[in-house]
């Protein structure tokens, strides 16, 4: 079966410093790769994903993605961070098209002035 | 622009209370899901539908049923409310076809079992 682990639930960070959130997938071959985020009070929206190709893919909102097959993981970054960026991120993996997604725990993003 | 619709953003029930979860979306969606949003868990998908009258079970269908009779509604039942069922409820939709993984997710409803 294939799972999702974002292995920090919480993380505090200043604006305008850089951002990580770490993802990994458990699965066979290579899946299909989604970041969501959830900003308080609202549904989630799709921030990027990965189907094949290049490796690092970009998003909406400045965030982008690495895809390492050899470490099996699929983290999100931003160079530089918004208050506006104070969300709940997911991650989640598909194994193949029209397959149902499978998300992560979630990681917490705190914003310091 | 897209829209999925969740009829109750709070609800407030007692155990042993049917519930009913509404949904809408204005898509002409194929596609449609029920999810629980619990800390720590992320998201489980608890019942989904490709069609009308067409349900599958998801990862956790115990103690919830769905209904779809209309292509843009989907409801799901709670037959007996219980306090484990104390959650953030998401609806989401999608079309079919190759890049039906993206969703489009209602704004949620919390949903206390006391």
């Known amino acids: 079966a294939q799972s999702v682990t974002q292995p920090d639930i919480h993380i505090t960070v200043s604006e305008g410093a850089s951002l990580e959130l770490r993802c990994n997938y458990s699965y066979g071959a290579t899946p299909y790769l989604f970041w969501y985020v959830q900003s308080p009070g609202q549904g989630l929206q799709l921030l990027l994903k990965?189907?094949?190709?290049?490796?690092l893919v970009q998003g909406i909102k400045g965030f982008e993605a690495e895809f390492k097959r050899s470490q099996s993981s699929f983290n999100l970054r931003k160079p530089s961070v918004h208050w506006s960026d104070a969300a709940e991120y997911f991650c989640?993996?598909?194994?193949?098209?029209?397959?149902?997604?499978?998300f992560g725990g979630g990681t917490r993003v705190l914003v310091k002035p | 622009d897209v829209k999925v619709t969740q009829s109750s953003r709070y609800l407030v029930k007692r155990t042993g209370e049917k519930v009913f979860l509404e949904c809408v979306q204005d898509m002409d969606h194929e596609n449609m899901f029920w999810y629980r949003q619990d800390p720590g868990l992320g998201l489980r998908l608890i019942y989904f539908?490709?069609?009308?009258?067409?349900?599958e079970k998801g990862d956790i269908p115990e103690g919830y049923s769905v209904s779809r009779e209309k292509k843009e509604r989907f409801s799901l039942i709670l037959e007996s409310a219980s306090t484990n069922q104390t959650s953030m409820y998401l609806c989401?939709?999608?079309?079919?076809?190759?890049?039906?993984?993206?969703?489009?997710f209602g704004s949620g409803t919390q949903l206390s079992v006391l």
């Open positions: 989640a993996v598909v194994k193949a098209a029209g397959n149902k997604l499978t």
């Open positions: 989401a939709s999608s079309f079919i076809g190759a890049t039906n993984e993206k969703l489009f």
């Open positions: 539908s490709y069609d009308v009258k067409m349900k």
């Open positions: 990965y189907f094949s190709g290049d490796t």
